[in-house]
């Protein structure tokens, strides 16, 4: 069976750590581990990681081996830059919009997100998808992790 390519922002690293958000970050983590998913990121994420605590940037390194990195293409920036042109977010914003142009211009079905405000959002979905069709990209499921594990 072949692996579902999902794009992991820096949200969800983190999230490992956070008290809400811990339990499904987890679970998703250790289910890529086993096989269910090819976890795809970008230099944006490692960028973010760098200021993060001392145990976000460890278990960032663990989980490297496992995570295809995609490099930051002229495509993927002008994406960005159309959504950016659609209002979706605004410009103090634009590395949220990045890591969705980056996901899709790299044909990652899913990108997963704990971002409630800026990617993983009612309204913003709609939208980032409409742009995606308007420049002849596929649309892109934004989930949270908790959307995508299996549960027992």
């Known amino acids: ?3 579902l390519r999902v794009y992991v922002d820096t949200s969800v690293v983190g999230g490992v750590f956070d008290n809400i958000f811990s339990k499904a970050s987890i679970q998703f983590f250790k289910q890529a581990k086993a096989g269910r998913f090819q976890l795809v990121s970008s230099a944006i994420v490692t960028k973010e990681i760098e200021p993060a605590p001392k145990q976000i940037r460890d278990f960032f390194e663990q989980i490297l081996p496992l995570i295809e990195m995609v490099p930051l ?3 993927a920036t002008e994406l960005k830059n159309a959504y950016l042109s659609a209002k979706i977010v605004s410009k ?4 949220d919009a990045l890591h969705v142009a980056i996901a899709t211009a790299n044909n990652c ?7 409630f405000k800026h990617i993983v959002h009612f309204d913003k979905m709609s939208f980032y998808n409409a742009v995606n069709t308007l420049q002849g990209f596929e649309k892109i499921a934004i989930v949270s992790p908790s ?3 299996q549960y027992d």
């Not at 103090?92 to 590395?95: C, G």
């Not at 079905?109 to 971002?115: E, F, L, M, R, T």
């Open 147 to 149: 959307e995508v594990i």
């Open 73 to 75: 293409t002229q495509e």
């Open 1 to 3: 069976m072949k692996k």
């Open 109 to 115: 079905p899913v990108i997963v997100s704990w971002n």
């Open 92 to 95: 103090k914003y634009e590395d």
